[in-house]
């Protein structure tokens, strides 16, 4: 297998769980909380500040620095003036892509898509779910009530589309800033798994890779 496949999901859909089921299928790694830690080893970081920060919006106005930061090259003066928010995206950022470079993986969630644009191996995907599903599901992992479980959702999802409409040029969820986006409810999480599964290796077929489970 040579493909990279990255994430993006609703909260509550599954979507970790899946990557995890087709990660396995492959024998390659899945990355999700994974990449904090190494985004903390590499850049010098706390961890613990970057899991603070980590698929969190921004309210800073220095969008343009931050684009023109990692379009261009590092520049130590504006870096040093950056806000933690940018400096943390731009850390994972570079960890997403020395990531994808050693080799075939998934990356769940943090724009990895984005990220990842110039890497003509990658498949980008978008798990959603009904939302009777979703609520079950949290309610169940969480032990929430209904209502609670609702609320949840609500502002993780609110959380994730800020942040990624925030430092991407596309728009979180919306059909054409993936590849294909996926309905986990209709199938299940184990019959989503096999449908991306089979994604994959039409994927590489018609790019002349034969993959290897």
Known sequence: MN?????GRQFGSGGREI???????????????ELLTRAAKESGFCEEMIKNHDERPTNSFLYNLVMDTYSFGYNASSFMDMPISHKVFLAQFDTIKKVAEEGPCIIVGRCADYALHDFKNCINLFIYGDEEVKIKRIMRKYNLTEDKAREMITKKDKQ???????????KWGRADSYDFCLNSSVLGVDGTVKLIVQMVEDFEALNGVTPEP
């Open 160 to 170: 994730r589309q800020s942040y990624y409409n925030y430092y991407s040029s596309k």
């Open 19 to 33: 990557g995890e089921k087709v990660a396995e299928y492959f024998g390659i790694k899945c990355l999700d909380k």
């Open 3 to 7: 493909t990279i496949i990255t994430i």
